[in-house]
């Protein structure tokens, strides 16, 4: 009998076993899927000479992680590349904002939109160095974080503290506004906030913007050299090596509670996996209380709340083989491993309310991969292995463009948003469908049946709004992993601090499972 089942070999999954072995625990993971990584994975599915990321790809968070730097993953082989640049924008009147790798050069780069705006983005990356130690501490561990978050308020005292205060909370159109003169910062800004399923006019999406933002000017947005799956391949080689135990093929159907504990957990297959000490779940928050749990073992509180549980945007992704690299007619493009598709923080607010109306968008903003220029390793010389994803919303209501998308995302539905998405990158890329050797459509069903966690496509296990963060996240509660259930632990992005490959929700999760069992039981009364 091993002393903890964790269910769900996705990142914080994995993370979270890695963690208790490194305790003396030993411990059990049971993945759905035949392989291990859930949305980070890589395959030779689109074409045999070429290398695609299924899901995630560029990992800004992951190289920020202090909790990922603490499993040493270099040792299991794990290297990382970066592109030339870190993101562009570009716009169809041949300017274009790039995030650099040097932040001189991004400075330079924006104060060709306006003088200021260079210096102004400096200001804001010196904030981020400053504060950048403790605010990833604060992030990363449990809410509150009380010893980062007394550090954070040493370093902002007074107005400081209240202007940055009000700055994150910002809709980041009128962060952009505030900051920059030009189009070039705000558009930095918004389309990184974007990366989640904030709109430029929500509250905090300025926050989110400028963490995204800060990350890119300071670690980049790099990869794992050789694939997405070259991540998750580290994070089981090292729990392997440490005596813990993956099966895979092996989906977990309830989480057996006995006198309101968890003790273990049943299989598919009829098998009972008993735990002597925790079971950690790497699911999202209405599978595990719904579908695992089961409602008699909650709080009715718990229930009423679930119902008020918001997904993010559902996704739409495509994979490309290209024959050459992609003909942007915008030169600084032509270097970064991340494209943004829009026509402006205009476009990015249309984009928005289409989707918040129901409707699939008919110029969507397309985030675009040219992941062998970030990593030449992906296909052969002269190539290029990239991907673009959109958001649409959860429950489309109609179509805002000519096809009469419905939302059933049939084969013809689905080649129709492809061929929506290729048109974006043809529009500032002419020729670009000429490269094209093989094309890949992963539409929101397809996405959830590879990776159940993705609802829908919603790739941040919940939304990333203000009223779902923090004490907020998965429902109204104290922000920890500890559920009502004794022992039982939310081990996924549906728990604070969410979405990203950090590995956070995992590394809490394990750290509440450890914690002395007198301790264990003040927070558990606490949730009440």
């Not at 102004?120 to 010893?147: G, H, I, K, M, N």
């Not at 909370?169 to 399923?197: I, K, Q, S, W, Y």
């Not at 799956?229 to 895979?248: E, F, N, P």
Request: aromatic share 6%; charged share 20%.
């Amino acid at each position: 009998m091993p002393d903890a089942v964790v269910i769900g070999a996705g990142p914080n999954g994995l993370v979270a076993a890695n963690l208790l072995v490194d305790a003396g625990w030993s411990v059990e993971v049971l993945e759905a899927q035949e392989e291990p990584g859930g949305a980070v994975r890589s395959d030779h599915g689109v074409h045999t000479d070429y290398v695609s990321d299924l899901f995630s790809a560029f990992y800004p968070l992951a190289a920020a992680s202090p909790v990922l730097a603490g499993l040493d993953l270099a040792a299991e082989g794990l290297r990382w590349s970066h592109a030339p640049s870190v993101l562009a924008h570009p716009l169809p009147d041949g300017r274009c904002a790039v995030l650099e790798r040097h932040v001189e050069d991004t400075c330079a780069g924006l104060a060709r939109f306006a003088a200021g705006d260079g210096p102004s983005w400096e200001a804001l990356y010196r904030t981020w160095r400053r504060l950048e130690p403790d605010l990833l501490r604060a992030l990363f561990t449990p809410f509150p974080p009380v010893r980062a978050g007394l550090r954070l308020a040493a370093r902002l005292r007074g107005a400081e503290g209240l202007r940055l205060a009000r700055s994150m909370a910002l809709p980041v159109r009128r962060l952009g506004e505030e900051e920059f003169a030009g189009e070039g910062g705000r558009l930095l800004l918004a389309g990184n906030a974007l990366h989640a399923d904030l709109a430029p006019e929500a509250a905090g999406s300025g926050g989110f913007g400028w963490l995204m933002s800060m990350l890119g000017q300071s670690h980049g947005f790099p990869v794992p050299v050789g694939g997405a799956g070259a991540l998750t391949a580290a994070l089981v080689s090292r729990l392997r090596r440490r005596g813990g135990v993956l099966r895979c093929g092996q989906r977990v159907t309830s989480v057996v509670i006995r006198g309101g504990t968890a003790v273990g957990v049943g299989t598919a297959g009829g098998e009972t996996v008993d735990a002597r000490r925790a079971v950690l779940a790497d699911t999202s928050a209405p599978v595990l209380y719904r579908e695992l749990v089961g409602e008699q073992h909650l709080p009715a509180r718990l229930l009423r709340d679930l119902e008020h549980f918001q997904w993010d945007f559902a996704t739409f992704k495509v994979d490309w083989a290209l024959t050459g690299p992609v003909p942007w007619v915008v030169s600084g493009a032509v270097g970064a491993g991340t494209v943004h598709l829009s026509d402006g923080v205009d476009g990015l607010t249309r984009f928005a309310a289409q989707i918040a109306r129901g409707l699939v968008p008919d110029e969507p903003f397309v985030l675009f991969g040219q992941m062998t220029t970030a990593d030449p390793t992906r296909s052969p010389a002269g190539t290029e292995s990239a991907w673009a994803y959109t958001h649409l919303p959860q429950r489309v209501t109609a179509d805002a463009g000519p096809d009469g998308i419905t939302g059933r995302w049939d084969p013809g539905e689905q080649e129709a948003m492809a061929d929506r998405v290729e048109s974006q990158v043809e529009r500032l890329a002419p020729g670009f469908r000429s490269l094209i050797a093989a094309r890949r459509v992963l539409a929101p069903p397809t996405l959830q049946a590879m990776d159940e966690n993705l609802h829908g496509g919603a790739i941040n296990n919940g939304t990333t709004a203000l009223h779902q963060q923090t004490v907020f996240r998965p429902t109204p509660g104290t922000g920890r992993p500890a559920t009502p259930v004794k022992h039982l632990y939310l081990a996924s992005a549906a728990a604070h601090p969410g979405g990203g490959v950090h590995g956070a929700p995992g590394a809490n999760a394990a750290r509440a499972a450890l914690l002395p069992r007198t301790v264990r039981a003040t927070l558990h009364r606490a949730r009440r």
